[in-house]
């Protein structure tokens, strides 16, 4: 996050849950001869004379169907009939509040909101429509984007009203604050099944993602990367050889960059490979995976003044009441976005200001960064958002615009830069890796009576506004905070920068965190001769909505039913991303391991969620089909390795992603609600791999504490046990 | 440089390209057919699927030369209108989600429906597990290739 962006700015938009977005609803004077424009009561839609709503979205497209879920919010209150709904995706404006696309939190945030935004527009179009009939605003309604005067039956469409009709009255945010909204059990648009926006032209060709950007007079810019992937830098630049191939236009180096610029993507590949550049490695050249976690494990030993994420009663007394005590130690890799689309951008400078072409899921914090770095007023930067072919949280980072922009910025004309999937292996922002030491004590009534775990893991909180008053992160710990009725809990955060760079990747540390919780909780409830999920419910008693779906999953799973031998299941619980917006989710994973090979196949999965109320039935599953099916990637197949200071892995033969010939079946349950909604996008992929790491254990007996589940690691682990 | 002839999409293009020009860079930067994708410049992942006379190849690993003479179909032009069965089936079953290799799922399917009309479940994952989705909208690509199958054989 920029220093424009304050963590405490951040978080205040976090804490404002419902009302994210800044609403500007107050409408300037029109006078009669501008009625015909298009009415915008706000910054969420504008509204046309020819009938049309265009709601502006504000939230990246990535694939989570976002646009349709939030222009069906709007459409709900505005009364309009969803066939005059068009959508779309705004450049950054500072009326547009925060721009930020990740978190499961874009319905979360913007639900109350856009509602409001809706239901404002539609009384001021009832008002005006009132006036223009000469009758009473209290007698009209409205519905399928028509006010309708009931005792005459006569009507205005929301356009025709748009084009005859001033509309002057202003609503303060107070005012749109006392709107009553619709109940649930009123929606018509809210909860429906309907197509989404975007998919017909995904199955064309006519989307466009910022790679389909071409410019007139654009050139192709590659930039030559330092070997390590934190702290390199060059220290001479030999571009003679450069400037002899076809299609050279220029070479820029500065303090910040050394990249090559040539008339097509190829020309500038071979000119950036004819570069001579001496680095200087910097000072994490030996960073290896073994030096990294040799260096997890020592702090989780011996350090004792880090800071606690919880506290609650007194672990040494809990340990101390314990009859028994269990401790294990579970370590995760890190794991690359690797989204389909490489990183990418257009960046045109020309009178002052850059005009950028790309997707991203952090527009704040680019125009914030860029305006920094090359010292432009923010209204200088303006970014032409695109489809993202994929986030992940790795388009939150502004890193490719600003090489885009700062190239740009001595070319004078429009660049493109695009990375290779290698270089965008290796100069990701990956999810940590991490060591987790549990420690347990169960009570003389089985249940467990002292929880404690130290956590170790590099925080990307530093880039995204900073770090808490103690010095911790809370989207690198969110999870290891579990919601279970333990009294005594100690966790303590020790942070440990390894100069492998991190950021957010879907479903961000609850990935690891539940990981932990979750196969440790199997353990326990082993240890205490209780059945998992049994040993579960026993300690959700202040969190119904948890057991709720964990018993749904449970009953849709087949819990407890036979299974063939080396087959399991296993079960895993979360709140998901955060304990303050829960998504409550619960999987059981059905899995074949072979124990010659120790191969593992996951059959399948049944997973059952509470989001509260669901803005798209199909878009909903779709969003749990994926970031289920991630999580089995995740849990499966992902890992990055260190030397050097860099990834080992450079590309999908080497970094193996879920295919479909790895595909289990996938079973959905999502509970009715009316409670304010959460999210989607990643909660089903925090609990696969604990429930598939506990599967494991219930086919074969052996506990692998270390994902990804790797076949080498579950025949150490069924060797080991025998 | 050289006036390279070809077939792309039913007509007759003349360009001026280097005949090492990869078909990809050919197809996006040279023609503007933006729906066919980069996503790893190694045949890995799918995203580049086009159609070299009806078979589907990966037009990163593809140069101009070795499409000499045969004809080039981009997703823009597997169907005049978008409505290949399969482009149907994949709105019905609301497939993509970021979409961005949607256009190499569906080429690959659609070169497996016409060579092999009623595949078989193995069949319809051996052809596309060379196909990255990493959305990972796996299970509505087969729902949707069965339904396409379904929707011509009726």
């Keep these: ?722 | 440089m050289e006036t390279v002839a070809l077939e792309i999409n039913g007509v007759q293009r003349e360009v001026q390209v280097e005949p090492r020009t990869l078909l990809v860079e050919l197809i996006r930067d040279h023609l503007g057919l933006t729906g066919t994708k980069v996503g790893c410049d190694t045949s890995q992942c799918g995203a580049c699927t086009i159609h070299l006379d009806g078979a589907a190849v990966r037009s990163c690993q593809t140069s101009l030369a070795q499409a000499a003479g045969k004809k080039i179909t981009t997703i823009e032009g597997l169907h005049p209108k978008g409505e290949h069965p399969l482009q149907k089936a994949w709105i019905v079953e609301q497939v993509p989600q970021c979409g961005y290799c949607q256009s190499g799922q569906i080429m690959q399917a659609a070169a497996l429906l016409a060579k092999n009309p009623n595949p078989t479940d193995e069949e319809i994952v051996a052809a596309m597990t060379g196909n990255i989705c990493r959305c990972a909208t796996y299970l509505r690509i087969k729902r949707a290739i069965k339904r396409a199958v379904r929707e011509v054989s009726s």
Aim: proline share 5%; charged share 25%; with cysteine.
């Design chain 1, 1 to 722: 996050m920029s220093p424009e962006l304050s963590r405490r700015d951040f978080l205040k938009s976090t804490a404002l849950a419902g009302a994210g977005l800044t609403l500007r609803f107050t409408i300037p004077g029109v006078d009669t001869a501008s009625a015909a424009a298009s009415f915008e009561p706000n910054a969420a839609l504008t509204i046309t004379p020819d009938g049309f709503v265009t709601v502006h979205i504000t939230k990246a497209e990535m694939g989570q169907g976002v646009g349709t879920a939030l222009a069906q919010i709007v459409a709900e209150e505005l009364e309009a009939d969803w066939k005059d709904i068009r959508i779309d995706y705004p450049m950054n404006d500072p009326k547009f509040g925060l721009m930020l696309t990740g978190g499961s939190w874009s319905v979360n945030w913007t639900f109350d909101s856009l509602s409001r935004a809706g239901a404002g527009a539609r009384m001021l179009l009832i008002e005006a429509a009132a006036k223009q009939m000469g009758v009473a605003a209290a007698d009209c309604v409205a519905a399928d984007s028509r006010v309708r005067h009931l005792p005459t039956g006569r009507s205005m469409a929301y356009g025709e009203i748009v084009a005859k009709v001033p509309i002057t009255r202003t609503l303060s945010e107070e005012d749109l604050k006392k709107i009553a909204l619709k109940k649930p059990s009123q929606y018509r648009i809210v909860g429906t099944w309907i197509p989404r926006l975007d998919i017909p032209e995904k199955t064309n060709g006519r989307a466009k993602f910022g790679i389909d950007t071409f410019l007139p007079g654009m050139v192709y810019a590659k930039v030559a990367y330092p070997p390590t992937r934190e702290g390199g830098k060059h220290t001479s630049v030999d571009d003679s050889a450069a400037k002899r191939v076809k299609g050279y236009i220029r070479t820029v180096v500065n303090d910040d960059i050394v990249a090559v610029v040539a008339d097509t993507y190829e020309n500038a590949v071979k000119a950036r490979d004819a570069l001579k550049v001496t680095w200087n490695p910097g000072s994490y050249a030996n960073v290896s995976t073994e030096s990294i976690f040799a260096e997890y494990a020592r702090k989780a030993k011996e350090d004792t003044t880090s800071p606690a994420w919880v506290e609650q009663g007194d672990i040494r007394s809990g340990m101390a009441e314990a009859v028994r005590t269990h401790e294990a130690t579970f370590t995760t890799d890190y794991v690359a976005h690797m989204q389909m689309e490489p990183m990418n951008c257009v960046v045109r400078f020309e009178n002052g200001v850059y005009d950028i072409y790309t997707g991203s899921q952090f527009q704040t914090m680019a125009v914030g960064t860029l305006s920094k770095k090359l010292g432009v007023e923010e209204s200088k930067i303006r970014i032409h958002q695109h489809y993202l072919g994929g986030g992940f949280g790795r388009r939150l980072e502004p890193d490719v615009i600003l090489e885009g922009a700062l190239i740009a910025r001595e070319v004078k004309r429009p660049v493109k830069l695009i990375r290779s999937r290698e270089e965008d292996l290796r100069r990701d922002y990956y999810r940590s890796a991490t060591l987790q030491v549990l420690k347990g004590g169960l009570g003389a009534n089985g249940k467990i009576v002292a929880w404690q775990n130290t956590l170790v893991a590099a925080y990307p909180g530093e880039r995204y506004g900073g770090l808490d008053d103690k010095g911790r992160d809370q989207f690198s710990l969110n999870g290891s905070d579990h919601v279970y009725d333990v009294p005594n809990q100690f966790v303590r955060a020790i942070r440990s920068e390894t100069g492998i760079s991190v950021g957010y990747v879907r479903a961000v540390a609850p990935n690891y965190t539940f990981f932990a919780v979750e196969t440790f909780m199997d353990e326990l409830a082993h240890l205490a001769g209780v059945d998992p999920v049994a040993f579960r419910l026993s300690m959700l008693g202040s969190t119904p909505r948890l057991a709720s779906v964990l018993k749904l999953a449970a009953e849709k799973g087949g819990w407890g039913t036979p299974l063939p031998p080396n087959v399991g299941r296993g079960v895993a619980c979360v709140t998901a991303q955060e304990k303050k917006s829960p998504t409550w989710t619960a999987s059981v994973v059905e899995a074949q391991v072979d124990p010659t090979t120790g191969r593992v196949r996951v059959r399948r999965v049944t997973c059952a969620v509470d989001c509260g109320i669901v803005v798209n039935p199909d878009g909903a599953r779709a969003q749990i089909e994926g970031s289920v099916l991630f999580g089995v990637s995740n849990a499966l197949k992902e890992y990055g390795t260190v030397a050097n200071g860099a990834l080992v892995q450079s590309n999908f033969h080497d970094y193996h992603v879920l295919r479909m010939d790895e595909v289990p079946d996938v079973e959905i349950h999502v509970v009715d609600s009316t409670e304010y909604p959460t999210g989607l996008g990643e909660p089903g992929t925090t609990t696969i791999a604990p429930a598939l790491s506990n599967a494991i254990f219930a086919a074969t007996g052996a506990r692998v504490r270390s994902v990804p589940l790797l076949p080498s690691r579950v025949l150490k682990a069924i060797q080991q046990k025998a």
